[in-house]
């Protein structure tokens, strides 16, 4: 007789059964899973070759938990610049919302016409509006919507997406993620890493759009923000627009607003060529106690996307003496928007 | 022959124990999840009655389909102030801290000793400290670590918390969560909500112990911060402590920190009586499009935990006319801290 005649003849019937089904799922779950994994490429729209295979190979190694390079999940964090990083510049989108809001004061009060950086705005001028200062920005940034509860301001910014469209490439600017940073992205979340967006742009600005176009929530967007001020207005309480920047999100402040929002230097970081604007954060993140990954944005395309260098080329050569990944929108990218044909030529 | 013939007798038996056991698995589930539910009470720590039973009606509403106040998850924000809504004020926890720093730097100069707020954070008047204003905190939060590292900070808040005990209840601080308000936040985010500290004490103090006490990570505390600058240090790149406040989070400032780094108004805020300092936030949470709760602590306590009243009653004045949960702790906390006995008496 032997150990299973112990038991009585139903309880040795549901224990085979028991065990039958768990065995199979075991089996099924070790042939299925391997598989699904080799088959699914988590980056399409990037070409093979070195960058792509150093992205991977870093992210295998961060969540490899016997790896010397292991990072813990609550340490995954990763920021991403927006304007050139996620999607284009050429013009500030953001640049083109301010334009909208000041044709309007401008129709209340013609000689404003007449000022810059208005003036630039209001005739469109792309190449000067690529080419604005923080000084500019800020003066642009603090024009419209002064003295304004923010709920009318996200109206406007709600209603800009839903309308307008870019001047050159005629698609609304919410198809203008780029399609292979929206992939990044999804891959640094399904591997852990909370998303987060660092960018020179106005924090309220991105937050309407961030979840939709990226799916990062508003509470992990860092941007240049407004003061404001929690005051009684008409028997409630709002928080109220001032005419002064709260802090320019831009440079050496990119690493210091990540501190405050944040805590903890990225693991990962991400910006672009342009104007030096994420130097200061891709250094933040190199920095920190551990592995990290930093990541730079090369705009040499010269088809779907807009060719642009930086006058002093100090992101390029930052990022060739500290090691940082160069991304050649050129040789790099399969597909820049989702809109666009796989094969760009 | 019945249909089941139709196949080959191994597939037969095969299919019964899949059937069998996922029979099983269903009968289990259904069975025991009810009682489970029903069973377990997600805040044991407070008393049956009113308070406790507005707050689970609030959630169970909120979390509802097809209920008028139902909101969808990505809006579940709750903030909760810290000192005395989720800790102990009396002290001020991050006041013992600044003490020993002080300290030290009166065994290099003895001078410091007989300066107002210094004299009373050295004697140890806990009286006096329980009052400090706005503008003492703000001297005491930069007579320390200016032109410091945050990384030295950061050590030596982890030392602090590792070796003190509070000088009346003989415990390490970290022991000193109250017990029904962790629950609460457990309960709060086993349904959907993002759990958020709000507070005006440090934010590089509180991110210390934040995720240890409460669950919450770094990256969802809100406080007082000391402004940083991005530089160079011994060919370093450091974020260095200037000697100037960047926000003193209290009062009306809170809901302008709560729009900065969540974007939403919170569907759920925490405050207590003490100086007013949670009105505002209690305010913005309210003012909310949609449904949202206000729950304000009122130190009644006469055993457990502290008594003390605010001198002017603002809080719970407002409270009364805005409609807001008032918790005595005397009434509807069973306990205290988590290393007291069930029974507080």
Same mark, same amino acid.
């Given at each position: 007789?032997?150990?299973?005649?112990?038991?009585?003849?139903?309880?040795?019937?549901?224990?085979?059964?028991?065990?039958?089904?768990?065995?199979?799922?075991?089996?099924?779950?070790?042939?299925?899973?391997?598989? %699904?994994?080799?088959? %699914?490429?988590?980056?399409?729209?990037?070409?093979?070759?070195?960058? =792509?295979?150093?992205?991977?190979a870093f992210v295998d190694r961060i969540t490899t938990q016997d790896n010397p390079d292991f990072v813990p999940v609550e340490q995954r964090i990763a920021t991403f610049d927006n304007?050139?990083?996620?999607?284009?510049?050429?013009?500030?989108?953001?640049?083109?919302?301010?334009?909208?809001?000041?044709?309007?004061?401008?129709?209340?009060?013609p000689s404003l016409a007449e000022k810059q950086p208005y003036k630039a705005v209001l005739e469109g001028d792309l190449s000067r509006l690529g080419r604005l200062t923080g000084s500019?920005?800020?003066?642009?940034?603090?024009?419209?919507?002064?003295d304004t509860d923010g709920g009318k301001y996200e109206a406007d910014v709600r209603d800009f997406f839903a309308t307008e469209k870019h001047p050159i490439l005629g698609v609304p600017?919410?198809?203008?993620?780029?399609?292979?940073?929206?992939? *990044?992205?999804?891959? *640094?979340?399904?591997?852990?890493? /909370?998303?987060?967006?660092?960018?020179?742009?106005?924090?309220?600005?991105?937050?309407?759009?961030?979840?939709?176009?990226?799916?990062?929530?508003?509470?992990?967007?860092?941007?240049?923000?407004?003061?404001?001020?929690?005051?009684?207005?008409?028997?409630?309480?709002?928080?109220?627009?001032?005419? =002064?920047?709260?802090?320019?999100?831009?440079?050496?402040?990119?690493?210091?607003?990540?501190?405050?929002?944040?805590?903890?230097?990225?693991?990962?970081?991400?910006?672009?060529?342009?104007?030096?604007?994420?130097?200061?954060?891709?250094?933040? %993140?190199?920095?920190?106690?551990?592995?990290?990954?930093? *990541?730079?944005?090369?705009?040499?395309?010269?088809?779907?996307?807009?060719?642009?260098?930086?006058?002093?080329?100090?992101?390029?050569?930052?990022?060739?003496?500290?090691?940082?990944?160069?991304?050649?929108?050129?040789?790099?990218?399969?597909?820049?928007?989702?809109? /666009?044909?796989? %094969?760009?030529?």
């Amino acid at each position: 007789m032997s150990i299973a005649m112990l038991f009585p003849k139903g309880l040795r019937q549901f224990l085979a059964f028991m065990f039958a089904s768990l065995l199979f799922f075991v089996l099924a779950i070790a042939t299925i899973a391997p598989v %699904s994994a080799a088959e %699914s490429d988590p980056l399409p729209s990037w070409n093979e070759g070195e960058v =792509k295979g150093e992205i991977i190979a870093f992210v295998d190694r961060i969540t490899t938990q016997d790896n010397p390079d292991f990072v813990p999940v609550e340490q995954r964090i990763a920021t991403f610049d927006n304007d050139g990083t996620l999607w284009p510049e050429q013009p500030l989108i953001q640049g083109m919302f301010v334009r909208d809001r000041l044709a309007e004061q401008v129709a209340n009060d013609p000689s404003l016409a007449e000022k810059q950086p208005y003036k630039a705005v209001l005739e469109g001028d792309l190449s000067r509006l690529g080419r604005l200062t923080g000084s500019e920005v800020t003066a642009l940034l603090t024009a419209v919507y002064t003295d304004t509860d923010g709920g009318k301001y996200e109206a406007d910014v709600r209603d800009f997406f839903a309308t307008e469209k870019h001047p050159i490439l005629g698609v609304p600017y919410t198809e203008l993620a780029y399609q292979p940073m929206v992939e *990044l992205l999804d891959y *640094l979340r399904a591997n852990g890493f /909370q998303t987060w967006i660092c960018s020179g742009g106005g924090i309220d600005f991105i937050r309407v759009i961030s979840q939709q176009m990226y799916g990062i929530p508003p509470q992990q967007v860092i941007g240049t923000s407004i003061a404001k001020a929690f005051i009684e207005q008409d028997g409630t309480f709002v928080l109220q627009r001032q005419p =002064k920047i709260g802090s320019f999100n831009d440079k050496a402040v990119k690493p210091v607003n990540i501190d405050l929002h944040i805590g903890r230097r990225p693991v990962f970081a991400a910006g672009n060529v342009k104007s030096g604007g994420d130097i200061a954060m891709l250094t933040y %993140s190199q920095g920190r106690a551990g592995a990290s990954f930093q *990541l730079l944005i090369n705009h040499d395309d010269r088809s779907g996307e807009f060719a642009y260098q930086e006058p002093d080329n100090a992101s390029l050569n930052a990022a060739a003496t500290h090691g940082w990944t160069v991304v050649s929108i050129q040789d790099n990218w399969q597909q820049v928007f989702a809109f /666009q044909d796989k %094969s760009k030529s």
